[in-house]
């Protein structure tokens, strides 16, 4: 290591552990707390160690506080981004950058693939996203993923149809703090395990109703084999579908401690799939659900939340010929926890806060908007003790926001995660600011 | 990948036509007669039936109608508090300030609180050729067959059907571009429509609007043919391939020139055979078919300019052009517009330094700019889209205002796609192509309450019956009701 490099880890390391320990008091923040304590108007927050500490109208402010006035800007808890491809995916068109595996199955456990250093972390954690779970993709279920080239915008023509797909597992879902500077970014590994039913699935098992079976053997397999370990060791097992690591990998599923996320669309499908939950006793997170509206009591009478994207009102496939803009309002109203996520792909994942105004302007309420980009996420990952909501004990991920945080027109001021600033910066504000630059004779390289 | 199995046209010949050109021996004279007394069958010149599938599209019933109280923005770079709009006879005839006269009988709408824009227009759309839902069987939209497909024309690949129609006039879309996809160097015919339900393409078809020419630079020709092992497989590959083609389309352009000069003076003359595909290549060397050309990259934009310049034609706009602000300097001097998303980037390498402040850097520094779908969703809030564009520049103290951000989606895609003449602003004389919103339509929470084409409303967000459906969409769950 060269004296330099050292150095600068050096330097690195101190600014984050400073930055950490630092004690900050927001005052005069519009505080949404997105917990029981609702709305403060005029409040202060303290973060010290990495924490909340107080946050209320009255608050005393310790005496080595660092200060920041908000002046009634809104601060709010950081967005959860709900399930992503964050750091497992830098450009889609490039194949040798995805993380993915079609020959792991349910064992490909997606902590491993992460990338600290994607630039698409600090372009949207300047969109005011701290946490991030990293929901693995299976092979077959991204669209236009055939070739090194085929991330496309779709016009080009690129279909799934044909795809050799060999699993309806994707794998292990890990989350992601979005720090600058931290070498090991997954805070909380082996949060889920990723399946895909409807269209995707049923290109692995050859319809839907195909896969939901292939889904219930898989369990079946997997329980089976836990119960005879030895026998399987000894050879004196029947075969089964799935390889030992999968079967162990979807223990924690069968057992309870993570749930089994699904993606999955129409109506029917997610009607078969609660079935089959409550025979398998395994916990539920639905992705897509375009048609969960249709299916609101249903999912919350089995408490399953649900991850939207609002914006989804087109029949895009036959699986979701029902979809509909009031479809977050509806499930709202029917009970159900709802998480609210920008498109899958990195690149729109900045997107989330505005589909939850979409939400918004279709019907459901501004708090609960709020709290599908923030508190549900960390509620659906298990999360909420130390995630999600600004109350005293919680992480400090914190963002002051120069405005609605929900519309369009408003960025972030300040980005907290873990008590730390965050530094205002990305490789996309690096070009903007590169091509700002007044013309001195000299090339944009230069700048 | 799809176009892989795309099954390869075998390269039959076009069924020879047979023309008439055979020499003739009865001299001068008879050769006059012949030329002069035997005109072509139409559909062997294209000058003689320039419109072979002509619009039929007729604006729904209207009645003279004034918005009130609203705030307008015009799209000409005004802003109007409080002001009026009347429409008369499917035209706008009086934009003002309050008290400006309304004409007896018109029906009246309070638009207090709420705010008054041109039609959106989107100016690159795959709605009808992409529909959804999207299944093989309606994948219409590339012709991935030859990287010169300039013989295609997209209205005849239009399921007018689609849904998504319904869905992008509710979010205040009255007018599009359907272009076909980026897969060839030239990708054919984009057609111009009005957002109307119709049973046809052509009544849908934009009266008197020039078509456009997708053409497409960068990693998508080359991609699709080099996979192939075809050319273009690579960038200079792509830039081969349009030149072989201008080079043609010139030669194509002087046979027929000459032809028609010596027919119109009675000499006799030979006629060079039809070629759809230098028909319409031929057409943008003439300047009346304009040249909408997606590519990303500020060099790509480079080359392609220079090609412009060889061979004396004009790119009407750089489609995605996700490095306009690094090309802004060029785009101005050579006047060409850029259409580009807010933060869609990123997922491709030619997409891969798109910015959210480039649409803002490039208009501060004096680009025509559009914001654009490309998407059947980006298509029903493109007001939100340019909203984010806005934002990222005012995050840098660029202070764009809605005056100028509104153009974006209105006035300069109407240019773009040449029919600024007759849409895209609000002033008296043009089209009323109006959209009325619930509030400020660059708001998240904007929603378009009733939407105007031709002074006749198509949509009323209060009103199931100005909310038409899809004959695709009856009978199934939803039944086309999407809010």
């Known amino acids: ?447 | 990948m799809g176009e892989l199995r795309v099954k390869r046209l075998c390269a039959a010949a076009l069924a020879a036509l047979v023309l008439c050109g055979c020499a003739t021996t009865g001299g001068e004279k008879a050769a006059k007669a012949d030329a002069s007394t035997k005109p072509l069958v139409m559909g062997l010149d294209a000058s003689l039936n320039p419109d072979p599938f002509p619009s039929t599209y007729k604006p729904l019933p209207s009645r003279p109608t004034a918005i009130v109280g609203a705030n307008i923005l015009t799209a000409t770079g005004q802003e109007i508090d409080g002001g009026v709009v009347v429409m008369t006879a499917g035209k706008i005839i009086a934009v003002g300030p309050s008290g400006t006269a309304v004409p007896q009988g018109a029906v009246v709408i309070d638009g207090t609180g709420k705010w008054v824009t041109p039609g959106v227009i989107d100016a690159h759309s795959h709605l009808g050729v992409y529909p959804t839902p999207a299944v093989q069987a309606r994948s219409d939209g590339n012709e991935m067959t030859d990287p010169n497909t300039a013989q295609v024309w997209a209205e005849h690949s239009i399921w007018p059907a689609d849904p998504g129609f319904n869905r992008a006039r509710a979010g205040g879309v009255t007018t599009l571009e359907i272009l076909p996809g980026s897969a060839n160097l030239f990708g054919g015919r984009a057609a111009i429509i009005k957002n109307v339900p119709s049973l046809t393409y052509q009544g849908m078809k934009f009266p008197g609007a020039p078509y456009g020419l997708k053409m497409a630079c960068g990693e998508n020709p080359k991609r699709v043919y080099g996979s192939m092992h075809r050319s273009p497989s690579t960038e200079m590959g792509n830039v081969a391939g349009y030149r072989k083609a201008w080079i043609d389309a010139a030669e194509y352009k002087r046979k027929w020139d000459e032809y028609h000069a010596k027919a119109a003076k009675g000499e006799k003359a030979e006629p060079p055979k039809r070629d759809l595909t230098l028909d319409t290549l031929s057409g943008v060397l003439r300047g009346e078919i304009l040249v909408q050309n997606h590519c990303y990259r500020a060099d790509e934009m480079a080359t392609m300019i220079d090609i412009s310049h060889e061979f004396g034609f004009h790119v009407a706009m750089f489609h995605h052009a996700s490095e306009g602000y690094k090309a802004a300097d060029m785009l101005v001097k050579e006047g060409v517009c850029i259409a580009t998303w807010a933060d869609w980037a990123n997922f491709k390498m030619e997409s891969l330094d798109g910015i959210e402040a480039n649409a803002a850097i490039a208009f501060k520094k004096g680009v025509c700019v559009v914001i654009h779908s490309d998407d059947e969703t980006i298509t029903q809030h493109l007001n939100q889209e340019a909203a984010i564009a806005m934002a990222a520049g005012n995050r840098i103290g660029l202070a764009i205002t809605r005056a100028d951000a509104i153009a974006w989606i209105t006035a300069n895609p109407a240019k773009a796609i040449g029919v600024l003449d007759k849409t895209g602003t609000l002033e008296a004389g043009k089209a009323g192509d109006v959209v009325l919103w619930n509030r400020d339509p660059f708001s998240v929470y904007a929603k378009a309450d009733k939407v105007f084409i031709d002074g006749a409303l198509t949509y009323d967000r209060f009103d199931p019956h100005y909310q038409p459906k899809s004959d695709f969409e009856l009978g199934q769950p939803g039944q086309g009701e999407f809010q």
């Open chain 1, 1 to 447: 290591m060269s004296r330099a490099f050292a150095t600068l880890l050096l330097a690195a390391s101190t600014l984050v552990l400073s930055a950490s320990a630092e004690t900050v008091a927001i005052t005069h923040g519009k505080i949404e707390t997105v917990s029981a304590a609702g709305t403060i108007e005029d409040g202060t927050l303290v973060l010290k160690d990495g924490k909340i500490t107080a946050v209320g109208a009255h608050v005393a402010i310790p005496a080595n506080a660092r200060i920041i006035d908000a002046k009634g800007s809104v601060v709010t808890p950081g967005i959860f981004a709900v399930s992503s491809d964050l750091s497992v995916m830098e450009v889609e068109g490039v194949r040798n950058t995805h993380e993915e595996s079609s020959k792991l199955g349910a064992a490909f456990d997606v902590q491993y693939g992460v990338n600290p250093a994607s630039t698409l972390i600090p372009l949207v954690r300047q969109g005011g996203v701290t946490r991030a779970m990293v929901t693995p993709v299976a092979p077959h279920g991204r669209e236009g993923d055939q070739d090194e080239n085929a991330g496309e915008e779709y016009t080009a023509g690129d279909t799934n149809d044909g795809v050799n797909a060999s699993s309806l597992f994707a794998g292990l879902a890990a989350g992601l703090r979005l720090n600058v500077g931290v070498a090991e970014p997954v805070f909380a590994p082996k949060a889920a395990m990723v399946a895909d039913l409807g269209d995707d699935g049923a290109r692995v098992a050859g319809s839907h109703g195909a896969a939901l079976q292939l889904l219930k053997s898989a369990l079946d397999d997997a329980r089976f084999y836990a119960k005879r370990r030895s026998a399987y060791e000894n050879g004196q097992s029947r075969s089964f579908a799935l390889a030992r690591e999968e079967m162990e990998a979807l223990q924690p599923v069968l057992n309870g401690k993570i749930p089994l996320l699904v993606r999955v669309h129409s109506a029917g499908d997610i009607r078969q799939l609660l079935k089959l939950a409550k025979e398998e006793h395994i916990k539920l997170v639905l992705e897509g659900a375009e048609e969960a509206w249709l299916v609101g009591d249903a999912l919350a009478a089995s408490k399953t939340p649900v991850i939207i994207d609002t914006e989804a009102d087109l029949p895009q496939q036959f699986e979701t010929l029902g979809a509909r803009l009031d479809n977050a309002a509806r499930l709202q109203k029917a009970g159900v926890l709802v998480a609210i996520t920008g498109n899958h792909s990195t690149a729109m994942l900045r997107q989330a806060r505005f589909n939850a105004g979409t939400a918004v302007a279709n019907g459901l309420a501004y708090e609960d908007a709020l709290a599908a980009i923030t508190a549900n996420p960390a509620r659906i990952w298990g999360l909420s003790e130390h995630l999600g909501s600004l109350a005293p004990g919680k992480d400090a991920d914190v963002v002051i926001w120069n405005g609605d945080p929900l519309e369009t027109s408003t960025w972030p001021l300040a980005v907290f995660i873990a008590g730390a600033e965050q530094p205002d910066t990305s490789r996309a504000f690096q070009l903007r600011d590169r091509y700002l630059h007044a013309d001195d004779g000299l090339p944009p390289a230069y700048h």
